[in-house]
């Protein structure tokens, strides 16, 4: 969600400039985009499987594309969960936490106590990973 400070905003699109470049469209992107597919799907699924029975939430659709100011977002009106491309050069658990936190948003859409009380009881250690994501 787009709920976010303009300075936290900058901070991300310096670490994300920082990032190894993806290829220009076409069929060497589309490659990488189906490898990092597959792969945030095997990470994903379970997790939607424990949100759904849970929470009787479930994302509509999952799509990948290149973004630079955010590693995902998710969208309660669609139900659409959208992942960066540039976390495929991420460690697992960087992909799953970012995979939890969007999660999360299908029950809390911003980011209130609420959500974050989510987020913890999810994935407890979401901050370490998330300063991983960053490093
Ligand atoms: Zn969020």
Not at 5 to 25: D, G, T, V, Y
Request: proline share 6%; hydrophobic share 35%; net charge positive.
């Amino acid at each position: 969600m787009v709920l976010v400070k303009a300075s936290w905003i900058r901070s991300r699109q310096q670490a994300l400039k920082n990032e190894q470049e993806m290829p220009a469209p076409g069929p060497e992107l589309n490659r990488i985009k189906k490898q990092a597919g597959l792969k945030f799907r095997s990470i994903a699924a379970p997790w939607e499987e424990h949100f759904h029975i849970r929470y009787g939430v479930a994302p509509k659709k999952w799509t990948v594309r290149v973004m630079n100011t955010r590693w995902g977002s998710c969208s309660t009106a669609t139900g659409r969960i959208t992942l960066n491309l540039k976390l495929y050069n991420k460690p697992d658990a960087c992909i799953e936490y970012i995979v939890v936190h969007e999660l999360c948003h299908l029950i809390h859409p911003n980011h209130g106590k609420d959500f974050y009380a989510l987020l913890e009881k999810e994935l407890p250690d979401w901050k370490t990973r998330r300063k991983q994501l960053k490093a």
